[in-house]
């Protein structure tokens, strides 16, 4: 296999697949920050929604049979109820929720124009080793690099809003799972077990062994209260279910986002 590194918005992303014909692309790259895309909504639409118009351009031309693409519960916004499945309303707080949505309509229409057997996959929060804690990366990757340096954790709110966090081993086996099955689907990712924010330090300060005090900042525009997902058709659809409880997946994180640990 050849490594490029590229970028999605560029023309040049056809001639890769003209050059390597793939079957199937599984469509992982993203502008993943709701804060940023409030900040920068038209950089967040250029990546996620341009992005993924190029991409399925660049899939058509080159004869791609089916793009698996990983959106996100960020389309849902608030709940009106939960667990969320795949028939509630689609009503994005952010604009990175409104453009994962938009690239899941591309996705369908390049499905009934051109055949491009799509499948989108909606994640709940994904967290694992090797996670990105810089910047605006995943809440449990935050957690552990500030509980491994001794730095007092931050939470935005009361900690008391919900998410529902599924390990990336489950992620993959979902996405292996999609190249298989479900042409045309929608599916959740997840667990369908809601955990607090609060609940989540607590479990990791038990792996930790550490002692540290939550800092609670004022609540971010765009973000979610509740959030927990319906897994019930992705476990119908592609035979598959998450096998990774909360507390297994976080002690296999934080021992891998230790320092030193690769």
Not at 23 to 38: I, K, M, N
Not at 60 to 66: M, P, T, W, Y
Request: with cysteine; charged share 20%; hydrophobic share 40%.
């Amino acid at each position: 296999a050849t490594f490029y590194q590229a970028d999605l918005t560029a023309p040049s992303l056809a001639e890769i697949f003209l050059r390597e014909q793939p079957e199937a692309v599984v469509h992982l790259a993203a502008q993943p920050a709701a804060p940023r895309s409030l900040e920068e909504p038209c950089f967040d639409a250029m990546v996620n929604v341009t992005g993924t118009v190029n991409l399925l351009e660049a899939s058509r031309r080159a004869g791609v049979r089916r793009v698996v693409y990983t959106s996100s519960a960020a389309v849902y916004g608030d709940p009106v109820y939960l667990p969320v499945d795949e028939d509630h309303p689609v009503q994005p707080l952010s604009p990175y929720g409104a453009s994962k949505y938009a690239a899941e309509v591309y996705v369908a229409t390049y499905r009934r124009l051109y055949g491009i057997e799509g499948v989108v996959l909606r994640l709940a929060n994904v967290y694992g080793p090797r996670q990105d804690a810089a910047g605006e990366g995943g809440v449990v990757a935050i957690f552990c690099r500030r509980l491994s340096t001794g730095e007092a954790p931050e939470i935005f709110g009361d900690g008391e809003q919900t998410r529902d966090f599924v390990y990336v081993a489950d992620v993959v086996a979902a996405i292996l799972a999609a190249l298989r099955s479900g042409a045309g689907e929608v599916l959740n990712v997840g667990t369908g077990k809601a955990t607090s924010i609060n609940e989540l330090l607590s479990v990791l300060l038990g792996l930790s062994g550490q002692k540290a005090i939550p800092v609670y900042r004022p609540a971010r525009p765009g973000d979610i209260r509740h959030s927990v997902l319906n897994p019930r058709r992705a476990q119908r659809v592609l035979s598959w279910a998450a096998r990774y409880g909360l507390a297994d997946g976080l002690r296999e994180t934080y021992a891998a986002l230790k320092p030193g640990r690769r």
